[in-house]
């Protein structure tokens, strides 16, 4: 006979899964209506079947039977690829987590990335008043030129421009982001060639971090506008993240006062992203990631006319398995484009216009991890890419086009990996291997004078295989304390952009060379992590790093440098770090010293520091959240002195910065956001070029609105 409601929920009470008390109900007495407040890990399917068969009289014996035979239909969809292997810890590793991206005075990601000490671009410009091909990132000062030796990836893709190497770092905002991974050193293993100096790996947000709705619009003092929005709906088990950002503004001046012409303009600035990303799951431990983005940063830098501008579009699909076979398989393309006008400092007319320079990415990854044992984390698998690309560029004489060139080629790398981890009680350890090989492809360089006879350099193909190796141990010595040590080597092929294309930063050509060979890796590291008590942290890392055959932009003349391979980058260093969480209160920071010198014997380069590299580096960060709407941060860096040139004749002086920001609700989802770039309007020389300079990013206020809808 079906029950009464009194009766059901008497039954109810007594069903795991099913708490009910008198504040779940509505209404007085017995055959009042009630609601069900259910544990989650109770299938929801089966909390159906176990109303509908309750109320019709079932007993309660029969119904547990029922919920072990029953499989367990809940599906979790992450968003991510696979956990990190036990054994990542064996390096330097440091998370920047949603928290601290969010609290960026500028709102740009490499301001955010500056809480690793140590990481850099090749100059001190942030992506609002930089070339884009000076954004080549770097970690422990192992930099030689404007070429990313860091691997910077998204969801598993490489973002690398194919072409240049540089990093589109106004494509890829924060507040799309669930935390970032900054692995200093460690070679290549897993991660895909180019790991020189490390790897950062960055992780989108999904719903459970951004909302269904989250969006915010801002100004600063100088009337500069940044607007974003992102909309992330839960569709079924999955979720679709779609995001987009504009800033655009008139900019600063990076030319000092005393060196303006009639020609100086400011670092006029425009960009716009936008990405759709989707997750749905295709059983209950498969899923299937796909995204799609798009990306235009125009800019002005120094004289009037002097426009650069950088474009793309990316997909990708991504299959991930989490079952007893884990596997992470992996697909992408790239577009990307480049143009740039270069100004002479002394007519103010153009000297060379790069008019574009197209370029295709393609790659893929596969990795499999077969059950061979809870002691046991193996790796196996392969990834393969492909970069051509192609400057077009007309060559100025007195203002008028002279001559036309293009010059280009294809690389490729196909690398087979080997990794496995051993947790033997306190004791984890790690090794593995790497084959690459690797080509370079269809060289070419060619100009034509205006009216004359076109003139075709062919470079020779070359490939060849690499190895490459890792291996590390953490022993865990009880207390919170884990001492850690490693070894490694690594690759890094030349980008086109350094075998192919001559740039110009007036008065100084740098010529490339299409004879550069391999960048190869040996280092070495050891170091401890301590957590001494729940929200305290602290690390140490002292490490001994060398580039061999690394390339860098070697002065020929005062007027004239080339790219070439000098015998070895040689870095040496220690890396702290720190966090502490009480409460609301969170205190954290890093700090490196890098030693860092050429080993060039026979040359004007042997023992000097490499270009643009600091030897003290430091940031930290006090943020106090008192409530989850609000935040109040302060974040102070410092930047030792470095050279502008691989000579050591020009200095850019040891600057010093504090960031602030401020966020606090005003009425419903509508937040107040408050922040502040360099609040004590530090001097920043971003360039020096015999006296000719360019200054970072002065005092900048910005004041705006958020909205959140949960």
């Not at 010093?656 to 922040?675: C, H, K, M, N, Q």
Request: proline letters at 6%; charged letters at 20%; hydrophobic letters at 40%.
């Amino acid at each position: 006979m079906p029950l009464s409601s009194a009766r059901a929920f008497h039954r109810l009470q007594r069903l795991p899964g099913y708490p009910l008390d008198r504040q779940t109900r509505h209404g007085d007495g017995p055959c009042a209506p009630f609601r069900l407040k259910a544990h989650s890990s109770v299938p929801f399917r089966l909390r159906q079947v176990a109303l509908i068969a309750l109320l019709a009289g079932a007993s309660l014996p029969s119904l547990a039977r029922a919920e072990e035979a029953a499989p367990d239909q809940q599906i979790v969809v992450t968003g991510r690829g696979l956990d990190a292997a036990p054994a990542a810890v064996a390096y330097n590793v440091q998370d920047i987590d949603r928290d601290r991206l969010a609290v960026a005075a500028s709102g740009r990601l490499e301001d955010a990335l500056s809480a690793a000490a140590g990481f850099q671009q090749f100059r001190r410009s942030d992506s609002r008043a930089s070339n884009p091909s000076a954004q080549g990132i770097t970690l422990r000062a192992l930099g030689g030129n404007a070429t990313s030796r860091t691997l910077l990836l998204l969801d598993g893709v490489p973002m690398a421009d194919p072409f240049f190497g540089y990093v589109p770092l106004s494509a890829l905002a924060p507040e799309r982001l669930a935390m970032a991974r900054v692995t200093r050193g460690g070679g290549s293993g897993a991660f895909g060639a180019g790991a020189v100096a490390g790897t950062i790996d960055l992780t989108s947000a999904g719903p459970d971090q951004l909302g269904l709705f989250g969006g915010r619009a801002l100004v600063d003092d100088r009337g500069e506008t940044e607007l974003s929005a992102t909309l992330a709906p839960k569709l079924g088990a999955g979720y679709l993240v779609a995001s987009g950002r504009w800033d655009r503004g008139r900019g600063f001046w990076t030319t000092p006062a005393d060196q303006r012409v009639p020609a100086s303009v400011r670092a006029r600035y425009e960009s716009w992203s936008t990405s759709l990303r989707a997750v749905a799951p295709l059983s209950n431990d498969i899923e299937l990631q796909a995204r799609v983005a798009a990306f235009n940063d125009a800019r002005t830098l120094r004289f009037a006319g002097a426009d650069t501008a950088a474009s793309g579009q990316d997909a990708s699909l991504r299959l991930v398995g989490r079952g007893a076979w884990q596997f992470d398989a992996l697909a992408y393309v790239q577009s990307r484009d480049f143009n740039n006008v270069v100004i002479s400092a002394r007519t103010f007319l153009p000297t060379l216009n790069q008019r574009a320079t197209p370029s295709t990415g393609i790659g893929g990854k596969f990795e499999l991890r077969p059950p061979v044992g809870k002691a046991h984390v193996l790796r196996l698998g392969a990834d393969w890419r492909y970069a051509q690309g192609q400057t077009q560029e007309d060559v100025y004489t007195a203002g008028r086009i002279s001559a036309t060139r293009r010059a280009g080629g294809t690389n490729r790398d196909l690398g087979l990996f080997i990794e496995d981890d051993w947790t033997l009680g306190p004791v984890i350890l790690t090794a593995g291997a790497r084959a690459d090989r690797w080509s370079v492809r269809g060289g070419l360089f060619e100009q034509t004078p205006l009216g004359g006879t076109t003139t075709t350099t062919l470079y020779p193909d070359r490939a060849g295989w690499a190895g490459s190796f890792r291996g590390g141990a953490v022993l865990k010595l009880g207390g919170g304390l884990a001492l850690r040590g490693s070894a490694y080597t690594g690759l890094r092929q030349p980008t086109l952009n350094e075998l192919y294309r001559t740039f110009t930063v007036f008065p100084i050509v740098t010529r490339a060379n299409a004879a550069l060979e391999n960048e190869r890796l040996r280092g070495f590291e050891g170091g401890l992590d301590w957590k001494p008590a729940a929200g305290l942290t602290f690390s140490a890392t002292a490490f001994d790093n060398k580039v061999r055959n690394a390339i860098a932009n070697v002065t020929l003349s005062p007027t004239l440098r080339e790219r070439q391979n000098v015998d070895a980058v040689h870095a040496k260093g220690i890396e702290l770090g720190a966090e502490a969480k009480l409460g609301g209160f969170t205190l954290s920071g890093s700090f490196a010293y890098t030693d860092a010198k050429v080993e060039a014997p026979g040359t004007a380069l042997d023992r000097k520091r490499p270009a643009q590299t600091p030897r003290y580096a430091a940031s930290a960060t006090a943020a106090w959240r008192p409530t989850p709407h609000t935040t109040l941060a302060l974040t102070l860096r410092h930047t030792g002195a470095q050279f502008e040139d691989d000579l050591e004749t020009d200095v850019l002086p040891p600057a010093t910065t504090l960031d602030a920001y401020a966020e606090a609700p005003i009425a419903g989802p509508f937040s107040l956001v408050l922040r502040g770039e360099n609040l004590f309007d530090e001097t920043v020389v971003t360039r020096n070029s015999g006296g000719s300079i360019d200054l970072g990013t002065p005092r900048t206020l910005w004041a705006g609105v958020r909205v959140a809808f949960r």
